[in-house]
């Protein structure tokens, strides 16, 4: 198989053939490989009551970009999703920018044929994969900053959207599933949290961890401290059970951690302690509720062999973390309901230990000192997750915008 390379003029494209040696002839050109892609990355600037913050940047990053011709500019474009449907309960503040956005306004640079660019966002962090979910990137003239994509099918260089084909009933789309995971939990008949799934599930797992230390901090074998630790204890079940079910674990006891984060649990509470409860006052944990979309993303007719990898892996690593934090739900309800004299025995300290040790794996994971690999957990859940928002930029253009 002879691969030869045609570098065309002015356009900058290229063209692949594949020349069989058997036959001598010559298949048509690869039109659609990628060149790179761009992500919607989160600044952490988050908004204590809104989606601010959360898929508010976009880092561009290609390969093998020819230069600009002489006077003209590449230019990067957000444009909004394919059929864009008005939202029952839209993002509130209102997002403060209009598409198409030009995201380069100085021109998309490229040295040596690479771009690495990073969008840094719009002044009040608005959530931007709240409305886009496809760029454009056109070439144009350098002279004076353009309004929108040139109406020029022949400036368009490059395209990218994330899968958006509706299926299954009621029909959603990958896109769809995705945004849950990033912004779409705001609504009062979701869950009513400032973001998405994905943010919660990493800041109340980051808490547990946070609490098993400062209890572990906090052991004595006089039992000064054994009041607070058990406060930590309960904290973390209202996190693990949810705070409309922590009275299941320990009964007559007040939810200490905060009301609205921990009305969603980490955990589902058993299928049998659920019936005839309100889904919406009782939502699935976390757990459960992240691969939900993550199977939806799967299932999309459109969607890549990658992202489904990616969507896959997520769900194996929540496994993972379902584990460790089932052991930690067990361990954290035999602390709280010790006495002071209990929690102050010698005996006491190892089940600490293992609660912190549970913890801590299902935040980081765990070393598998056998391949010396990692055994994910839910900050690698977190880190994937952005992968998901992700644009494969190809030569592959629609007809319209």
Known sequence: MVIIVL??????????????????????????????????????????????????????????????????????????????????????????????????????????????????????????????????????????????????????????????????????????????????????????LPGGLDIWLFRNSEKLMEWAVAARDDYNTQGTNADQMRVLFISMLDYLDGSPNVHLDVPGDPVYADQTTSKVSLLSIDAIQQQGTNLANNPPGYLDHVPLHLNGVIKAPDATPELRKIATNIINALTNAAKWLKESRMLARQLALMSNNQ???????????????????????????KTNTVVPGILQVHYDVQQLAALNLTRNLPQSI
Do not use: C, M
């Not at 898929?55 to 970009?65: E, M, R, S, T, Y």
């Not at 230069?67 to 059929?83: E, F």
């Open 7 to 192: 570098l065309g003029s002015g356009l900058g494209t290229y063209l692949v053939f594949f020349r069989s040696r058997a036959t001598g002839q010559v298949s048509p050109p690869v039109a659609n490989q990628v060149v790179g892609q761009a992500f919607f990355v989160s600044s952490g600037q988050l908004n204590p009551v809104s989606a601010q913050g959360i898929a508010d940047q976009v880092v561009i990053d290609l390969q093998n970009i020819p230069d600009a011709q002489p006077g003209k500019s590449y230019y990067a474009w957000l444009l909004a999703d394919r059929h864009p449907k008005a939202e029952n309960d839209p993002l509130q503040p209102t997002p403060q920018f209009t598409l198409p956005l030009l995201i380069t306004p100085s021109g998309l640079p490229v040295n040596h044929g690479r771009v690495n660019f990073l969008y840094q966002g719009t002044a009040n962090h608005d959530n931007l994969f709240s409305l886009a979910s496809r760029l454009l990137i056109t070439q144009e003239n350098t002279n004076g900053t353009p309004r929108g994509p040139a109406a020029d099918r022949s400036a368009w260089r490059y395209y990218a959207e994330i899968p958006q084909t509706p299926y299954g009933n009621p029909p959603l789309s990958a896109l769809d599933h995705i945004r849950h995971l990033f912004y779409k939990e705001t609504k009062v008949a979701v869950l009513g």
């Open 343 to 369: 929690l102050a025995q010698p005996g006491t300290l190892p089940i600490i230990d293992n609660l912190l040790t549970d913890v801590t794996y299902a935040y980081i994971g765990q070393l598998n000192p």
